[in-house]
Structures are given as C-alpha cells and as structure tokens.
C-alpha cells in the first residue's frame, strides 16, 4: 500500500515542480539541466521504492504512476477548463514583427532568447515574423510573415 | 482577423485578459516549495537531535536523541546516567515506541540482560555506584513503513524501584 501511496504523492510533486519551474526551462535542456533532471529523478525513485528492490514494488509503482498519468491525460481532455490549470495556455510573444515585452517578462523570456529561437527554424529577423506563440509543451512556435 | 492561428483567442492569449491572477498562482506555489527546504533547515523534519532530561534525588537521566526522523534513516540515541547513591541494579526501561517500526542494530555496552516489562524493553545496565556515570549507545534504523507519532517513554528503575521516568515522543516523516 505505502508504494502506491508514495508514487502518487511523487506523481503531484512532479506535477507541481514543473508547473513552478516554467515551460521554458523545461523544454531548453542545457547540459546542467539534464544532469539535474537525472539527478531529480533518481532522488525521486529512492523516495518512492526505498529499501524495495522487489519487482512487485516496480510494478506497484509504475502502474500507479501510469495510471495517474493516464487519468490526467483524460482530465485534460475531457474539462477545457482544466486544462488551462493542467497544461497552461499558449503565450503569443510575438505580433507582426513586434516583441510584446509584457508577455516576454510574464515567462521570464528576453528578446534575444526569442530571436535565438528563430534562427533555429531558419528566420533571420524577429521583424519577419509574423506570430511567435509560447506553446503549452513549451516550444516556441513561429509563423513567418508571407 | 482571419490571419489569427486557428484556436488562439487575442483577448486571452496576447491581452492576457483573465489570465492576469496566473503569475500569483505560480509565485504561491513557489513559496510552497520554498517553504518545505525552509522547514528542512529549522529541524522540521529530523533528524538533528535534543535532549530531554529528568532529575531524581537517586540519580539522573539525560536522553540525547533526534525527536523528529524520516523513514529509512539510521540514528543514534544516547543514555546518560548518572548515580547521585548506589544503584544496585539499574534498568533502563524504554517504551515501545523506541522499538516499533523501528530497527535496532546495537547496543553499546551491551546490557547484563534483556527483558520485556509489561511490553515495554527493560535493559538491565547492573551496578552503577554513587557518583559515575554510565553512557549507553543505542543505534536504531527506521523501517520505511514507520510513519507517525510516537510515545518514546525512558524510565529508571533500581530493582523493582521505579527511580525516574522520562517523556518524549518522536515523529516519523514519510
């Protein structure tokens, strides 16, 4: 019992240090936030299985965990309303070439951080774009001007 | 307005109207999470210890031992005797709460002999004479399962004399 009850209190904790962190930090991996995701993780296997080294405890813990994931994916899908609360909404950072800076500083973005995004997907100038929207997966979706 | 990606709403996601209170949601669940390192360092939740004393004309007893650990965690808890007469036959006596759940990997120096009195573990430590000490070291384990609170009663006997008795109590975290 004390398995599936850590794994579900693991499951919101996770839930709610990502919501705490922001969208942005946890879809730029740096190498120093790969290493402390590993790290992360692995603090959270030891708070879950402890001294259980049984394969009951893996599946004990796993299936809970997939069954809360499972049931938040639904929860998603099912409410509109909470989704917002769940997964967040998209963020437009950008409008016809113009940095909307209130919404930027909202998710602790700066321009150049943005501009640095849409060079990756091949936009030389922040002037022609015409929408940059912060997705919910936190991506940074661009739509050129024509 | 037909250039507008499909499903974004201006109002809401570029004017952010109705999403101005979302900034304080993330700032109070911050301070959630600030909040539990903040407790760790105060001691909330173990394992640093204290001690907890009782004084009787026959003798008197220090216990220095965390009131507070977590599940898992090894710690130590320390005896302090000292005879103010003779104690012929000293015995520890200490409540089941310093055994359930709990490991015990050892006892130093080991007891003359071990016994249950009315379920609670009584420790018979022998002669300690008028004006020494007798320190005696107990390492426990605590089982993963142990979660709660729990009474950790310490008392003294001289024979069948009860000479002092000690309340604490310790809490398990999860």
Known sequence: ?146 | MADVPDYLVLRRHRDLVGRTWHPWVRRTLVVLVLAVPVLGLLNVFGQRPSTASAVAPEASLKVYSPTSVRGGLLFEARFHLTARRDLKDAILVLGSGWLEGMTLNTIEPSPVSEASKSGRLSLELGHIPAGQSYLLYVQFQVNPTNVGHRSQTVELDDGDQEILSLRRSITIYP
């Open chain 1, 1 to 146: 019992m004390d398995v599936v009850i850590r794994a579900a209190v693991a499951f919101a904790f996770i839930y709610l240090i990502t919501r705490v962190v922001g969208r942005r930090e946890l879809s730029s991996l740096q190498p120093f936030d790969l290493i402390l995701l590993i790290v992360l993780g692995d603090l959270i296997q030891q708070g879950v299985t402890q001294s259980d080294y049984s394969v009951t405890g893996l599946i004990l813990a796993g299936a809970t965990i997939t069954l809360l994931q499972m049931a938040v994916s639904y929860l998603n899908f099912r409410f509109a309303r909470l989704r917002t609360v769940l997964d967040g909404e998209p963020l437009v950072l950008v409008e016809g070439g113009r940095v909307l800076e209130r919404n930027l500083k909202r998710e602790r973005l700066t321009p150049e951080e943005i501009a640095e995004q849409a060079r990756v997907q091949q936009i030389a100038s922040l002037e022609d774009v015409r929408w940059a929207v912060l997705e919910t997966n936190g991506q940074i979706s661009f739509i050129p001007k024509q």
